[in-house]
């Protein structure tokens, strides 16, 4: 059954491999994708509820025992990230077929599509540092292509400023693996674990993983989220919905495996800075949603609301405070996608991503509208919306814990997101009809099916979360639980 769980990276290497032959082929570029994106669902479902039933399942490459060889570990974070991943995808790609024009489809979008899932969801699935780092290039670079893709020069001028962050953080990490590795001989997660629970966590170690936390946190856009905002507004939105509800999520995935299994002896030190770097985030970036009144920066700076939120949950350390966090991250993923794909359709039918410059859609797109609307209340945590659970499990440990600076802001900039995202449905939805249907830019036809899946999706997990948490709590279990992770991997038995 282990053996299945390599078919998550294999499906879609060898789907962008084999659509490198294929470029003037569109039609089965299109279905080719499509295709493997479903199978590799299916696959992910398969896989987690054999977790769910058997626990942290372990493939060892090549079979080489760890902490030698490369181990790929699917445990229930990992995996919900993985299909929250691919349901992401698909949804996207569908918001492609009509929107990201022929010329880029022929210069391998879909491959490097494929290719930037390989990153992200190895680096869900990889059981070691360096690997870590290795899906993290393959994920950046694949991303480096999509985000220039076309030529356009707001592209180019932001791409170059979010090659060169990547850069920089990528040195940066790997000087880490090198201090880590001098410092345990090993990259394996578990081990690693092991060596330093063993030697305790000194100053030096602790010092390596705050330094290790800001590598992360500037790829997360944790505090250092400069660079997010133009490199996310400059590609086409299918592009940005991708990068929105993808990109960001794979630092914050590194922050809460290190920090839950590595680096979790100081938390009193660590953890607090956590905890600030996640407040003071939070507050800017409901800052710059509020501010600004471009569609595009708004929903980019909720991007920086949400990682800010996710990672002071964490920092709190109780289950159920972790559970609100993976909850949230998932339910995150999803309204993301959603709310970038229903601005890029706005965007598109007025010719503009300015709020004083549209008005009145309702009238003609009343579906539209209102997933809009429901998405919105969604992002803000409004009950019994997908939100609300990850917020509520988050702002009750917080008060609960003594935390009352992130529950004050988590309620603050919750507010906050409501009135940017109202902001854009008032304005872009309400008062006088500004286009003809003749005079719109684009045609919604085929357009609103991604935006309607994952409607769905955002309400059944707010209606459904009594279903959706025992999957949550076995996460948080196995963050909170660190011997789960390092005896299914070190292939520890009592």
Request: glycine share 10%.
């Amino acid at each position: 059954m282990t053996n299945i769980i390599i078919l998550l990276l294999i499906i879609p290497l060898i789907t962008g491999l084999v659509l490198i032959f294929f470029r003037k082929h569109l039609r089965l570029q299109r279905w080719t994708s499509l295709i493997s994106l479903i199978i590799n669902g299916i696959v992910a479902v398969v896989v987690i509820q054999h977790v769910h039933n058997q626990g942290t399942q372990t493939l060892n490459l090549g079979g080489w025992e760890p902490p030698f060889g490369i181990v790929i570990v699917a445990d229930m974070l990992a995996m919900l990230l993985v299909l929250a991943t691919i349901i992401v995808a698909i949804t996207c790609l569908l918001y492609a077929f009509k929107t990201i024009g022929e010329e880029r489809e022929r210069f391998y979008f879909y491959t490097f599509f494929h290719f930037m899932l390989v990153g992200v969801m190895g680096s869900f699935l990889t059981g070691d540092l360096f690997n870590l780092f290795v899906f993290f290039e393959v994920m950046l670079l694949s991303s480096y292509v999509l985000i220039s893709l076309g030529g356009g020069k707001r592209q180019l001028r932001e791409s170059i400023k979010y090659v060169l962050v990547n850069i920089v953080s990528s040195m940066f990490f790997l000087v880490a693996i090198g201090y880590l590795y001098g410092i345990t001989g090993t990259l394996n997660f578990a081990h690693m674990s092991m060596r330093i629970a063993e030697a305790g966590q000194d100053g030096l170690i602790t010092t390596v993983a705050i330094f290790l936390m800001l590598v992360f946190a500037l790829k997360a856009a944790l505090l250092m989220y400069f660079w997010l905002p133009g490199p996310y507004g400059a590609p086409p939105m299918a592009i940005s919905a991708l990068f929105a509800a993808l990109l960001t999520k794979v630092g914050i995935y590194a922050i809460f495996r290190m920090f839950s299994l590595v680096f979790y002896h100081q938390e009193g030190m660590t953890h607090q800075i956590l905890a600030w770097l996640g407040i003071i985030t939070m507050i800017l970036g409901a800052i710059g949603a509020v501010a600004h009144w471009s569609l595009r920066k708004i929903l980019a700076y909720n991007v920086v609301v949400a990682v800010g939120f996710m990672v002071a949950g964490f920092a709190i350390f109780t289950t159920t405070s972790m559970a609100g966090s993976v909850f949230y991250i998932v339910h995150d993923m999803l309204v993301k996608a959603l709310l970038f794909i229903l601005g890029g359709i706005m965007i598109g039918l007025t010719g503009t991503d300015k709020l004083r410059e549209m008005s009145g859609m309702i009238r003609n797109h009343a579906a539209l509208g209102w997933m809009f609307f429901i998405a919105a209340l969604a992002l803000a945590g409004v009950p019994p919306l997908s939100g609300f659970m990850g917020k509520l499990l988050v702002l009750h440990e917080a008060i609960g814990e003594g935390f009352y600076v992130i529950a004050a802001v988590g309620l603050i900039t919750s507010l906050m997101v409501l009135y940017s995202v109202v902001k854009i449905f008032i304005n872009g939805f309400w008062g006088e009809n500004q286009l003809s249907v003749e005079d719109e830019k684009m045609s919604t036809k085929g357009a609103l099916l991604p935006c309607a899946i994952l409607t769905v999706l955002v309400i059944g997990m707010g209606v459904g979360a009594e279903f959706v948490s025992p999957y949550i709590m076995q996460a948080a279990e196995v963050m909170s639980n660190p011997s789960l992770y390092i005896d299914a991997v070190m292939q520890i038995t009592e």
